[in-house]
């Protein structure tokens, strides 16, 4: 296979951050693959991304034209080793798992044309570790969007120990095209923005636990006393508790400083399957569309 022939980006994992990635992509006028562990996971994504494209009609004004067309650039496909072959790029948005995100990456590396860049979603893991489970370590690099991707107009651009200029040129002209602009970090355990937001997190879900105040005036509070879109708890929410906690757990491992380690209410909504936004339970409650209730 020749370079020129590498046309693909694929992302990996079509949950949240999966679904918004394909659609910031799709936004720009490029093609992407969007792949899953099967084809069910693969419908309701779609099927969730066209939902937020009709609220994005009503609220936003895109047209019902222009919503067919993001789509219609979204190719779903739930054989990872098949579609990769011809990739120039693959994102992997799979879940904060050290493991699974290792051997994903060494199971890309044996199927992968030697070209294909191969850029990781994570928020805490480290890219030099992610990179030694392959034979390209010079083509791994992070790239850390935020929730929602086609929102938020800032991606960190994360370079492991051997990530080659290249790879990070191409990448930095790559989030350019996204509209969205890059801010480089050299590796270290959740980057800028995650080390900076989970204590901050975790701070007010103690204050919460500690009956100080209700859920609903710590957000109040922060909102209206530091000019926040969002309350912390909120946020939380949106974010999904069990990506909120996996954070926190890589970061406490890590670092091994108490500030990250999760707050015991965290870990008992977790363990119940509140999970925020995505189960229509965390902090507060959200009907099926993601609105509060
Ligand atoms: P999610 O749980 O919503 O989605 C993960 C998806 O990956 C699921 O659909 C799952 O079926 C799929 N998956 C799992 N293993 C797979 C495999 N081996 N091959 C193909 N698909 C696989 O997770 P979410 O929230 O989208 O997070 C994904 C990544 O993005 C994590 O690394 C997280 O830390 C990071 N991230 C999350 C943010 C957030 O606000 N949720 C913000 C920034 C980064």
Known sequence: MSADKLDKIVVIGAGTMGQGIARTIAETGTEVILCDLNSEILEKSLHLL???????????????????AILARIKANSDCCECVKHAKMVIEAIPESRENKRELFRKLDGVCPPETIFVSNTSTLSISDLASATNRPEKVIGMHFLNPVHKVPLVEIVRGLQTSDATYKSIYDFAGKLNKTPVSVNEYPGFVTTRIIVP??????????????????????????????????????????????????????????????????????????????????????YDHEGNRI
């Open 200 to 285: 901050f997190l975790n701070e007010a879900m103690h204050v919460l636990m500690e009956g100080i105040c209700s859920a609903d005036d710590i957000d109040i509070a922060m909102k209206l006393g530091f000019g926040f879109n969002m309350g912390p708890l909120a946020l939380a929410d949106l974010m999904g508790l069990d990506e909120v906690m996996s954070w926190m757990e890589n970061l406490y491992d890590e670092l091994g400083e108490v500030k990250y380690n999760p707050c015991p209410l965290l870990r008992k909504m977790v363990r119940a399957g509140q999970l925020g936004v995505k189960t229509g339970q965390g902090f507060f409650k």
């Open 50 to 68: 066209s939902d937020a494209l009709d609220r994005d009609i009503e609220k936003w004004g895109i047209t019902a034209s222009e919503k067919k």
